[in-house]
Nanobody
Framework: QVQPVESGGDSVQAGGSLRLSCAVS????????MGWFRQAPGKQRELVAT???????NYVDSVKGRFTISRDNAKNTAYLQMNSLKPEDTAVYYC?????????WGQGTQVTVSS
């Protein structure tokens, strides 16, 4: 079973930045589309950003211009650079397949943004 491992979450003030990392093993990472998701308390998990195997990125409107998804195929790792963080970005962030593969969900990494 494939289970990504997320890291990099922290508590920051509004306007701050964080970089999340997602390590995945047991797959051919270079051909896998990756996605970052988040789940805020009391809300459903939502897709935040995706990156194709060729590096094409897409974002939900609420993070466009502030978040950047990237990947390092040599390290089997995806990243989410988050700038200009807002209190509404507070959530547990997860990474997973963006192409419908049946991967397990990791524990996620907590991001808390205070005003």
């Amino acid at each position: 079973q494939v289970q990504p491992v997320e890291s990099g979450g922290d508590s920051v003030q509004a306007g701050g930045s964080l970089r999340l990392s997602c390590a995945v093993s047991g797959i051919i990472f270079s051909i896998s589309a990756m996605g970052w998701f988040r789940q805020a308390p009391g809300k459903q998990r939502e897709l935040v950003a995706t990156i194709s195997s060729r590096g094409t990125a897409n974002y939900v409107d609420s993070v466009k211009g502030r978040f950047t998804i990237s990947r390092d195929n040599a390290k089997n790792t995806a990243y989410l650079q988050m700038n200009s963080l807002k209190p509404e970005d507070t959530a547990v962030y997860y990474c997973n397949s963006a192409s419908g593969m049946s991967w397990l969900w990791g524990q996620g990494t907590q991001v808390t943004v205070s005003s």
